[in-house]
């Protein structure tokens, strides 16, 4: 198992501009999760699903979109980039009351 | 809502034993998680625990658990360097299935 792959690992963005960050999972888990870590803080749960074509809004999911058409991939739509979304996210996933697995982030930065 | 307060720093001499705190808002949270992030990685996880349990040992990681106060903590014995990263809290409840995460606790270990 690959566990969870997030891509890409880096990206420089304009202000602006739109990109959508990619998840996936091979361990046939119902939940996943993005989450967005800002430097020197914890993270903040963006979005979440519970399973394919259940998405739910997390603390902070103003400017992000998420679609869950799959039980394997779980992708993050940034619309129209903004310097406030400056972060690096990480997404997970989980079966049942498991634990998280998380993929290794994406650092994205918005200029 | 849901709530993850945890002390951002602890410093600890190499060899002594580090106690990190944590302390949760839900009272219907069903398990409790610690995961343990290295500069420029992911979060690993390292321990977590059921909320009908009081303690778990697993090697050098003790967790205990006292339901009543909502308070969690992680000693982690013979605090070696690699020890050094940041500890993340987290608390998952039962009546959702948000995973809420506190700031992370900062150990510095020193010589």
């Known amino acids: 198992n690959a566990g969870v792959t997030q891509t890409p690992k880096f990206r420089i963005l304009k202000i602006g501009q739109s990109m959508t960050l990619q998840c996936a999972q091979d361990m046939n888990h119902n939940y996943m999760y993005w989450y967005r870590q800002d430097p020197g803080m914890g993270l903040k749960l963006i979005y979440y699903?519970?399973?394919?074509?259940?998405?739910d809004k997390g603390e902070v999911p103003n400017g992000y979109n998420v679609s869950r058409s799959t039980t394997e991939d779980f992708p993050l739509r940034l619309e129209l980039a903004a310097p406030s979304q400056t972060s690096v996210y990480f997404c997970?996933?989980?079966?049942?009351?498991?634990?998280?697995?998380f993929g290794n982030g994406t650092r994205l930065t918005v200029t | 809502g849901e709530d993850v307060e945890q002390s951002l720093f602890l410093s600890v001499r190499e060899g002594d034993s580090s106690v990190i705190n944590c302390t949760y808002t839900d009272s219907s949270s069903t398990y409790l998680y610690w995961y343990k992030q290295e500069p420029g990685a992911g979060l690993q996880l390292l321990t977590y625990i059921f909320s009908n349990m009081d303690m778990k040992q697993d090697q050098r990681l003790t967790v205990l658990l006292n339901k009543k106060d909502k308070h969690l903590s992680l000693r982690i014995a013979d605090t070696q360097t690699g020890d050094s990263a940041i500890y993340f809290c987290a608390e998952t409840a039962n009546r959702d299935d948000k995973i809420i995460f506190g700031k992370g606790t900062r150990l510095h270990i020193l010589p």
């Open positions: 699903s519970v399973g394919a074509g259940i998405t």
């Open positions: 997970a996933s989980r079966y049942g009351n498991s634990p998280l697995h």
